[in-house]
């Protein structure tokens, strides 16, 4: 339904003119193609010619569709003379839509396939290199052939160049074209062109038909065979045309399962599971792969020689084969009464697997897969042997202290052990079609080489379970993991002539090995006495890898000579967990530390007050503490073989998870690279997580926990040049992050305003923290800077800083708060709740439950700090550039998060379901930039109120089915009122100029009522009202309002 005007002035003969568009189309599935079009003269100009003698019906303007992949090699081209609608100048022409269009003469319509006839004559003539033109009879003609000799009532031309393709129609062009060949006759005109469509569309569908048939003979085998045929239009219902099938589809499969095991004596106890699976499919597009838009068929009957056919056919068909044959799980069975031993078949297990696939289609002459797995398994459960020396004693199992000697175990044998070796070998094959270039010779032209590639793999897995003790437990992982290249001949080149089989026994060469050693031990705390009260584990874990290098390294060399060659990588890790819980519980409990009950009116107040005192001495019940460290260290250019289990090379400690500094007796004894310009880095990294919890209960009621934790991870790498046996670290760099709990109260109410007192601090603490580092440095008392602060030790040195920021927010004693950025000793954090009030009469009398609730919760962390490389500590006197001395540390920001949430909860509910909440919350993010001096501080305080109701068993009339019928269930309501100020002012240090970047008021306003009218329906009711307005004036008050209502229907009980 649009349009199109171009007009045209001084159009030279045999000149063309067009606009284009990028489209996206496939047009196979339609039969037409079809556009209005328009042409009339232009005032002042020289009319169209269009009627009366026959030469100038011959120079009439020629209208030109072209559609195709591109614009300049492949597309059709359509062209059309048009026949100009009448026009008389200065009177007004009121024209029929017939007179206007004149659809007879101007318009196209034509049906799609006689462009592919178009085509498949180009085909026949080999002319598809430069435009071919033809009439619609599909008769050769010339480009400028007079339009009065051309067949039909629109005296059509058909231009195709090149191989487009009606399937893939990328680009449209609409133009005009002067179709004269005398020089000097102009064409001036203007032309619409109006609703480009496709019309009729191919609604011929298709079908399809699955058959399968299964069988079973008994427990023995079962049997499956299946079959599927689906042909060119089958698709699924809501399909349109161009998305069903375009192809025919048939293949065949069968599947069985054999127990071969039954064929063999039942005494043998042999376990012989096969099975077998084969399918092949065939695929007929319905278009020709090359030609998209000629139908398969037509191409065909379009050639003569029977060889030729047969030959297209198979290239344009998809055939895939599919065959596998597997022995998964070949063993022998234990028989009931037959004794175990080490070494008896029944611990073995063998499993075979052949996969391999055929296909070829029209790029892929012939495509070959083949996977070969096997493997070979063993294990072995060694029955226990417990010694414990001491446990028939009955002087030690009678006294009460020496219980822990009876509990003493070994257990010399191993638990279990297993070894698996694998094969799996994969070998493709590929081999494209040849692509003949027209005019060059087919003999001169270099044949497409056959492809293949091979995956030969060698893996084993060894694995040693040891419970040493009840308490003691190892285990022991070891794999390799190796690259057969048993088919390169000398040169490296692969032999072609090799088989997947050859050499099936051949180990090949280690690519990669790893092991992993564990060792988990309970502490035995639980046999002594005075300590049975703590649970505590202890486990560790040692982690080795080598990695193989890459073949490529053998070919870098740099401009002396010296060439890198294989250079291996090796690592290790170690980890530390510890984990301990003290219930005191059960210490209180030895030295009978509880609560009397009650007593005479006499005796009631003595009674109360040793309660009390017993409560606040048993406050704490239980503790826990967890601290793990993770440690790792990676080695490149290492130029030796893993050795026996990594314990010759690079030694047993290395394999064994040490942390231990490697480098230079790696370097002495020549197992490093000494090529020059290796880039390979040394790194080390170390992780540590310290965290603790405790419950203690005050009062009655009254539960308060307790928590703290310390985050710590470094990263530390270095290139390196070894030269001789000597070990050169270059440029070493260290990164790291740190996270601990601390306490921010002191500091925690002070005004978020733009004037703040702990900025003030801030800055004062600036001086004496400098004067404290001036003095333990020896600087003298009057070797002072402009700003009146130590020499070295300015107002923005970082390690000035970092004390004073952190001692005029927690507010800490400027005078002997640390140095050190950070902290040893995670501070405590907090949650409390009461519920104490609950066991008085009057509580008990008005309220359903009734709770005041408080929590705190700061943090202290360092982020992204890093080493400083203007540091040299052989000159720990240098300063930079603004006079300070360098830090061996970069630390970029300081952080200090607080949160009270919440400051005060008060929730309680009625005993007539009423519900009432309000909630007091408090925060603030303080980040202190060391780059640019600036503080930025966030803020924000937060108030809800909350109310709700219960209506229980409210009736709601319904007709359900016809019948009335009446449900009742429970509304429940719900409402949250809060406002919630935030606000962020950046402080600068150096400049009295505070400012309010950021910041706003926030209300909202939230309502829902949820009534289940059934066990499976309920109903809700939503309404949100925010409001905010901005601290800032670039920004604009918004509100933002939802609501609605929802069913929700639950399926099933």
Known sequence: EQSLSLTVQDLEPKDMKGVYKNIDIDMRQYKRLKMFVHAESITNRTPLPGSGTQ???????????????????????????????????????????????????????????????????????????????FDEEVNLIDEFTAISDLPGDKKYKIAVRGNPTLGQIRTIMVGIKNPSETAGELLHGEVWFNELRLAEIDTQGGWAAVAEMDANIADFATINLNGNLSTVGFGNIDQIPNQRSQEDIRGYGINTNINVGQLLPEKWGVQLPLSYSFAEEFITPEYDPFYQDLKLQDRLDAV?????????????????????????????????????????????????????????????????????????????????????????????????????????NLNPIPSNVSLSANIN????????????????????????????????????????????????RFDFTASSNNII???????????QELDIWDGFWDDGDPNQFSQRLGMTYNLPFRLVPLLNFIDGTYSYSADFNWQRGSEALNEVEDEFGNVLGMVNTIQNANTHNVNASLNFQKIYKSFKLKKNKRSSDRKKVKTQLTNSLIGIATALKRFQLTYSENNGTVLPGYTQLVGLLGTSNPGLPFALGSQSDI????????????????????????????????????????????????????????????????????????????????????TAFSSGDVDNKAFENLKTNRLIIAQRLGNDRGIDIGNIDVDGFPIGYGKNNQAVLIPAFLSAYSGANPENVSFDATRETPLPNWSMQYTGLMKTKLFKKHFQRFSIAHGYRASHTLNNYSTNLSYESSNPNALDQGGNYLNETLYTNINLVEQFN???????????????????KKDRALALSLDNNLLTETSGDELTIGMGYRLKSVPFRTNIGGKRKTLKGDINIKGDLSIRDNITIVRNLDLL???????????????????????????????????????ISTAFPQTNVRSGVTLRYSFGN
């Open 663 to 746: 480098r230079y007796e790696a370097a002495k004894r020549g197992w490093l690279t000494e090529f020059p310009s290796y880039n390979g880095q040394f790194t080390q990294v170390k992780n540590t997580q310290l965290s603790y919890s405790a419950e203690v209960d005050l009062l009655e009621g009254l539960q308060l926990d307790i928590n703290g934790n310390r985050n710590f991870s470094e990263n530390s790498a270095e290139n390196f040049v070894v030269s001789g046996t000597s070990y050169t670290p270059l440029n070493p760099t260290s990164f790291g992050n740190f996270e601990i709990s601390t306490i921010l109260l002191k």
């Open 425 to 472: 070998r994969t070998f493709n094959s590929q081999q494209f079609r040849e692509v003949y270039l027209e005019g060059v010779d087919a003999g001169s032209q270099l044949a497409l080489p056959k492809l293949q590639q091979r995956k030969y793999m060698f893996d084993w897995i060894f694995t040693l379970n040891h419970n040493l003790t009840k308490s003691l």
């Open 993 to 1031: 100029n505070n400012q309010v970047t950021a910041g706003q008021r926030l209300w909202s306003f939230k309502i829902s009522a949820d009534y289940a009218l059934s066990r499976n329906l309920t109903a809700l009711f939503f309404y949100d009202h925010t409001f905010s307005k901005f601290a």
């Open 304 to 408: 003569e020689d029977q060889a030729n056919k047969d030959a297209i056919r198979s290239q344009a068909m998809s055939q895939s084969q599919r065959k596998s044959i597997n022995l998964i799980g070949v063993r022998k069975q234990r028989g009931p009464e037959q004794r175990k031993d080490f070494f008896d078949f029944e611990n073995f297990d063998v499993s075979y697997s052949y996969n391999e696939e055929s296909r070829s289609d029209y790029e892929m002459e012939d495509y070959s897969f083949k996977n070969l797995r096997f493997s070979l398994g063993y294990q072995y459960d060694f029955e226990p042997l417990s010694i414990e020396p001491f446990s028939n004693i009955p002087f030690i199992n009678t006294k009460k202290y020496l219980q822990w000697l009876s509990a003493i």
């Open 55 to 133: 030469e100038n019906y011959d120079k009439r303007m020629v209208a030109f569709l072209r559609i195709g992949t591109d614009l300049t090699e492949n597309y059709y081209q359509i062209e059309v003379p048009l026949k100009p609608s009448s026009y008389t100048e200065g009177v007004s022409n009121n024209l029929s839509a017939e007179e206007v269009w004149q659809p007879d003469s101007n318009s196209i319509d034509i049906p799609l396939d006689l462009l592919t006839a178009v085509k498949a004559k180009s085909i026949q003539q080999r002319s598809l290199v430069g435009a071919t033109y």
């Open 902 to 920: 919440p400051l005060i909860k008060v929730d309680f509910e009625l005993k007539n379901s009423l519900q009432f909440s309000t909630e007091i």
């Open 485 to 495: 290249r048993n088919y390169n001949t000398d040169n490296t080149k692969a032999n």
